[in-house]
Structures are given as structure tokens and as C-alpha cells.
């Protein structure tokens, strides 16, 4: 998805492109957490963590950058 598809589906519906972002690209972030913690992070971190990585993502999206 290209960045002027995901700012036209921001000014559509915000929820739609944060669920488009996240359904996209979770399991890249997951892979990449995963690999980063797995020796010294719990299940429970690494969820934590992924959900840290969206969360900064969205805040930036709704800032407008």
C-alpha cells in the first residue's frame, strides 16, 4: 500500500487504516520482536512490545506525518 492510498483511507476512516496497517504488517513486526527479545522476553513482552510498535505508528499517523 502505497503512502498516498493509506493518507486516503486516514481521511475515509481513521480505524480502517490503523486495522489496514495493522492486518498488513503485524506479523513483519511480530517476526522482528520476536527475534530481538526471545532470549531474555516473555510471551507477554514481546506482546507488549508489538503493541508499543503500533501504537507509536498510529501516533504518528494521526499527527499527520
Do not use: P, W
Not at 496497517?21 to 514481546?46: H, M, P, W
Request: with cysteine; glycine share 4%.
Amino acid at each position: 500500500m502505497q503512502d498516498t492510498e493509506l493518507r486516503q483511507l486516514m481521511a475515509h476512516s481513521v480505524q480502517q487504516c490503523h486495522r489496514v496497517v495493522f492486518d498488513k504488517y503485524c506479523n513483519y513486526v511480530y517476526a522482528i520482536v520476536i527475534n530481538v527479545l526471545r532470549s531474555c522476553g516473555t510471551r507477554e513482552d514481546i506482546d507488549d512490545c508489538v503493541s508499543d510498535v503500533f501504537m507509536k505508528i498510529y501516533k504518528r499517523f494521526d499527527e499527520g506525518i
